[in-house]
Structure formats: structure tokens, C-alpha cells
């Protein structure tokens, strides 16, 4: 989705937006620009395409040096990828970038074509340009200005925004979209992603709704909703650069497939007091678990169906009555809440505009709400009553792998936690779940991480496919579902997830020579059931690849290839399971030639509705 950079000090800017803007390329975006404060006014230089694009106009034709600047990754909503429309946007005296959707953008345009105001762009992004030029001229005060002007748009922004008769200053808003500040060694930063700053600095501020910010080349200040003035707190953050950088692997994807065994300890170790599940460090005692009557998990994409893992472990673990909700559909027909209904949002970069809607909805009805994300400091996780966090790290691919999966084994910890609260398990069983999740899932992610030669055999099967089907009952259905979503994001190949027993009723018929079915069966109770489902599709002709435990029986007559998962506890075939979905997804993308990292039509921090 879109990003903002901004820079102001005695460096040299247009090198720095340029470095910031490669470095946002990971949230997905279809054209790109730059503006910088010049001794003769203020320079844009933006395009369709790539950054490469952008640094071969800036080679035709080079900026001076510059202290100041803006620039901006822009994922097309109004009006589709252009030069013209790519931000920033520029009316009289005002430049300005924008992440967000300005909702009452038409009325605002017909308001200003009346008086002859025209525009160039289909964007709302000009728009709002035009709607603050007309107060900057008004009033002549950029605070005032921006107040007034923003005072007057529905929806949601974060803006940076440049004046043409204000010499190294950068102006910076937010309403429903991030923005962070930063203080490097030679000036001050803003960005809509912390990954953005990390090359210049570990020093930041997150600003808060409806704060608004001024830089300049010696000092920050914040302004809050009544313009009272002061310096951003500002923390420290311990990601690092190299922490968001390939590190030898030729994908963000296959490094951070790579990173969850350590992602998943680092998530649930801190969880964990003698050897007993305890989010005592989050704030969240043994008295506020035993009060949870039923969970409605809210979420969007992989996050849902971390939902859907989640369900299985909150009603089967802790016998709490669980739903797992799209977000984007929350609003319309939230289920039913009761006395002792938790709400969990999950969100690996806390900004999912849906999810936030969502949680948004569940504060005014009054429910109780707990946030699992992953990157800190975010709306969702500062706006909801509790948060834990995954410590999964920075996640740049726009597939998630190691977010979903710390996701899940956090939603294990908290089953745990519950079930040990309200008194279902004692001391030991708790205590076997905890081993379950801190030693064995990673242990066995790793193990997996072993068979990648021979799922890389596999996955040439599948990169010749259009169609591929996942299978399975129960906890697999939902790792089904995470399967599929893997594949046809990142390998363009339809895939799709079945309940295993639901397939007679309709879509059997799809099945005809060769197409793929990769069935999963982690659950002892219900191989026998997977294991007819995979007879039937493989009688009409179907090539099934099975993952199954490693104690499985038939196994290899009932499949054309065989994948087998660990038994040590319930969490390592799970985890086993998983690993072996997305290492598939990834080695079938890669046959394929994909844009692995960056999807087609994807963005990675989804923050409009
Ligand atoms: O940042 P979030 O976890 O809120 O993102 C939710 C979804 O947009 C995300 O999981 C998406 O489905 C991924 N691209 C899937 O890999």
C-alpha cells in the first residue's frame, strides 16, 4: 500500500527519499515521486512504475542539491497507475503526499470547480492539495491552514506536506493512517513505516490521532488536537536495518520462512514462568482468562485464518465457544456478544484499516477487545484494551509466513493459559502444551525446513497447474485454507480449500486427470475419513500429495507422494504442516518466475477498507 518518506536537515534529501522509497517498495505500489525544496522552488519528479523509473528521470534531470523532501510509493484507488497520478500533488503553493482515502473527495472537487479550481489528476490526493492551498492562501499559517483544511475531509490520511515559502520546513498530519517521526544525526524524518526509517535511525515517534507535526532541520514539534505545542517523546526502537534486509536469501519470503523457529520462541517464551503458560508480562492474569465466556477472533486474510487454527485450539484446549470473523464484513453481522465475550483482533502490522474498523465497532459496543499484532506502537495496538505482541520482527514479504505463524502459536499460549485458568488441565498438561509449543513446533519447523529439495520436486508438478485443491477436516481444513492463500498469492495458480467431506457435494466434479490435491491430515482421529476422501479424487484421476503424521498407515498406497510430519506432540504437526504449505507455495512461485516478494495487485499493510 502506499508510503511516505519525508526528510529535512543539512544532508543531502533527494538520496535519502530515494533509499526510503526502495526500502517502502515491500508494502506494494505502482508508481512513485519525489518533491524537493530547491533554491529556485520546489521540484517534482514522479512516475508510473518502479523506483528504477523514477532514479533514471532524476539522472535526466538531477536535482540540486536539497536539504528538504518528500516522496511518496503510491498503490493506485482513484484513478489508476500514471505519471499524473502519482503524488506528490502539487496546487499553488502546497506539494503534499497522502496514504489513505479522502471520503468526501467529489464533494470537496465540485465545491472547488465552482469557484474554477482545475485539476489535473483523477486522485483525492489533489483534492485535498487543492482544499489546503485555498487555506494556506486564506490564512497564511501552515498550522492553522492544515487544521482547518483537514477539518473539512471524511475518511483517512496521513499527510506530508511541503510550502513553497517555507524553507526546510516539513508539515506532517494523521487521521486513521500512520505516521512516524525521526530524529537521525543530521535532521529530522518522517515516514509511514518504521522499515523506512531504519537506515537513518533507530530513534522515533509514532504520532498520534490527530496530532500534527512540523520539521525542521534543528527540531520537531508536535502539535495535539489543540495545538498545543511540544517535543515528540521519542523512543528507541531495537530493529534494525539488517533486521529488514535479505541476508543472503533471494527472497524476503524464503528468510523469513526461514526466521520462525526463533520467531515462534521469541513470541511465546516471554509467556512462559515455570514452565507455565502466563501473560502476567502483558498485563493479563489468571482472573481476567477465567472471566472469558466465548472469543470472537476478528481479522483479514492470513490473519483470519489464523482465526480458523484458533478456533480448534480455544474450543477443543479451552472450551471456549469461538467464531473467527472477516473484519471487513464485522460491522454488518457482528455475532451475537454475550456476558464474558472477548473480542481478538490479530494483525501483523497493525494497521489493517478493515481490522481496525472492527475493532473500532467492537470498543463502541462496549466488548472487551485484545490485540495480537505484530509491529508495535500501532493503532490496533494501541487502541485496544490489551495487546500481546508476536515478536516475529520485521516482515517485508508481502506473503506473511512468519506473522501467521507466531499469530497461531500465540493463540496456542492463550488456549493454554485459559483452559490452565478455568481448571481443565493441571499443572503437567499445561506444562506438556507449553513444550509442545516452545520446543517442539520449532524443532519441527526446522526439521522441515530440511525436506526443501523434495518439496521442490513436488512443486514442479504444480507450477504447470492452473487449479490446485487443498483438503482436510478440522484444524487442517483451516491450514488448507492458509495453504491456498499461500499459493495463489504469490504463484498466480487458483487454488482453492475444502472441508475434505464437502468435496462429493459439488466440487469433485472439478477434478479430472492430473489436477493437484494436496490433502493435510494431522489429526489421528480423522486420517481414516481424509484418507477416503483422498481415494475418492485420486479415483478420478487426481494427483494427491498427503501430508499425514509420521505413524500414518497406507499412507504411501493411497497418495502419489507422501509428506510426513512429526508426532511428538499436537503443535510440532501442526507447525510441521504449515511449514511444509508455504515452502510449497514458495518453490511453485519461484518455477514460475514470480514476483515473489511483491505480488501483483498486492499491497502489505492493507490500510483501506
Ligand atoms: O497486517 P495484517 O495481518 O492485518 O494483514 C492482514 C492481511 O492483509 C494479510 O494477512 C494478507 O492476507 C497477507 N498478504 C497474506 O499473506
Redesign the pocket.
Known amino acids: 500500500m502506499c508510503g511516505i518518506i519525508g526528510y529535512t536537515g543539512i544532508g543531502n534529501a533527494v538520496p535519502k527519499i530515494t533509499k526510503g522509497l526502495s526500502v517502502l517498495e515491500y508494502r506494494g505500489y505502482d508508481s512513485v515521486g519525489l518533491a524537493a525544496k530547491t533554491d529556485t522552488g520546489i521540484k517534482t519528479v514522479k512516475c508510473k512504475g518502479r523506483i528504477g523509473a523514477l532514479e533514471e528521470k532524476l539522472e535526466a534531470s538531477p536535482i540540486k542539491e536539497s536539504g528538504t523532501a518528500i516522496g511518496h510509493t503510491r498503490w493506485a484507488t482513484h484513478g489508476g497507475p500514471s505519471d499524473t497520478n502519482a503524488h506528490p500533488h502539487s496546487v499553488g503553493k502546497t506539494v503534499l503526499v497522502h496514504n489513505g482515502i479522502i471520503e468526501n473527495y467529489r464533494e470537496l472537487k465540485s465545491e472547488l470547480e465552482a469557484t474554477g479550481v482545475t485539476f489535473v489528476s483523477e486522485t483525492d490526493t489533489e483534492v485535498a492539495a487543492a482544499v489546503l492551498n485555498g487555506e494556506y492562501e486564506r490564512v497564511g499559517d501552515p498550522i492553522s491552514a492544515i487544521r482547518t483544511a483537514t477539518s473539512r475531509m471524511t475518511g483517512s490520511y496521513a499527510f506530508g506536506i511541503l510550502f513553497s515559502d517555507k524553507d526546510g520546513e516539513v508539515f506532517a498530519i494523521r487521521s486513521g493512517s500512520p505516521l512516524i517521526l525521526a530524529k537521525g544525526a543530521d535532521g529530522y524524518y518522517l515516514a509511514s513505516d518504521m522499515t523506512a526509517l531504519l537506515p537513518f535511525t533507530n530513534e522515533y515517534y509514532c504520532l498520534v490521532e490527530g496530532e500534527l507535526a512540523r520539521l525542521t532541520p534543528n527540531g520537531a514539534t508536535v502539535y495535539s488536537a489543540d495545538n498545543t505545542p511540544s517535543e515528540p517523546a521519542w523512543s528507541v526502537t531495537s530493529m534494525t536495518a539488517e533486521s529488514a534486509q535479505k541476508g543472503g536469501y533471494p527472497h524476503f519470503m524464503l528468510k523469513e520462512i526461514y526466521e520462525q523457529p526463533e520467531a515462534v520462541v521469541k513470541s511465546v517464551s516471554p509467556r512462559v514462568k515455570k514452565g507455565q503458560p502466563d501473560f502476567s508480562a502483558d498485563g493479563i492474569d489468571a482472573e481476567f482468562w477465567k472471566k472469558v465466556k466465548n472469543i470472537q477472533i476478528v481479522?483479514?486474510?492470513?490473519?483470519m485464518h489464523a482465526g480458523l487454527v484458533g478456533i480448534r485450539l480455544l474450543e477443543d484446549i479451552a472450551k471456549v465457544p469461538t467464531v473467527s470473523c472477516i473484519a471487513s464484513e464485522y460491522r454488518y453481522h457482528p455475532p451475537i456478544a454475550t456476558d464474558g465475550t472477548l473480542v481478538i483482533v490479530?494483525?501483523?502490522?497493525?494497521?489493517?484499516a478493515d481490522?481496525l474498523a472492527a475493532l473500532r465497532y467492537a470498543t463502541d459496543a462496549g466488548l472487551p477487545t485484545l490485540a495480537i499484532v505484530n509491529a508495535v506502537e500501532t493503532t490496533i495496538a494501541r487502541e485496544a484494551d490489551k495487546r500481546i505482541y508476536t515478536y516475529a520482527g520485521p516482515e517485508i514479504a508481502?506473503?506473511?509466513t512468519k506473522?501467521?505463524c507466531t499469530q497461531v502459536s500465540v493463540l496456542y499460549m492463550i488456549a493454554a493459559a485459559i483452559s490452565k485458568a478455568k481448571g481443565l488441565i493441571d499443572d503437567t498438561e499445561a506444562a506438556a502444551l507449553v513444550k509442545g509449543i516452545t520446543e517442539d513446533a520449532p524443532k519441527a519447523i526446522s526439521d522441515m525446513l530440511e525436506n526443501v529439495e523434495m518439496l521442490r520436486g513436488l512443486s514442479e508438478r504444480l507450477a504447470k497447474k492452473e487449479h490446485v485443491f487443498f483438503i482436510g477436516r478440522g484444524t487442517d481444513y483451516a491450514m488448507s485454507e492458509e495453504g491456498a492463500?499461500?499459493l495463489k498469492?504469490i504463484s498466480y495458480i487458483h487454488a482453492e480449500a475444502y472441508a475434505a467431506g464437502e468435496l462429493k457435494h459439488g466440487t469433485i466434479s472439478l477434478i479430472e486427470e492430473d489436477t493437484p490435491v494436496i490433502a493435510i491430515s494431522t489429526e489421528e482421529a480423522l486420517y481414516d475419513k481424509t484418507e477416503s476422501n483422498v481415494r475418492e479424487v485420486r479415483s478420478r484421476g487426481a494427483y494427491v500429495i498427503l501430508l499425514c503424521r509420521e505413524d500414518a498407515k497406507n499412507a504411501e498406497a493411497s497418495a502419489d507422494a507422501v509428506i510426513r510430519l512429526p508426532v511428538n506432540s499436537a503443535a510440532a504437526t501442526l507447525f510441521a504442516s504449515l511449514t511444509a504449505v508455504q515452502v510449497l507455495a514458495y518453490e511453485t512461485a519461484t518455477l514460475r518466475g514470480c514476483d515473489i516478494d511483491r505480488p501483483r495487485n498486492?499491497a502489505?499493510?492493507?490500510t483501506v477498507e
Open positions: 481479522a483479514c486474510g492470513s490473519a490479530i494483525s501483523q502490522s497493525g494497521e489493517t481490522t508481502v506473503a506473511t506473522g501467521y492463500l499461500k498469492e498486492l502489505k499493510s492493507v
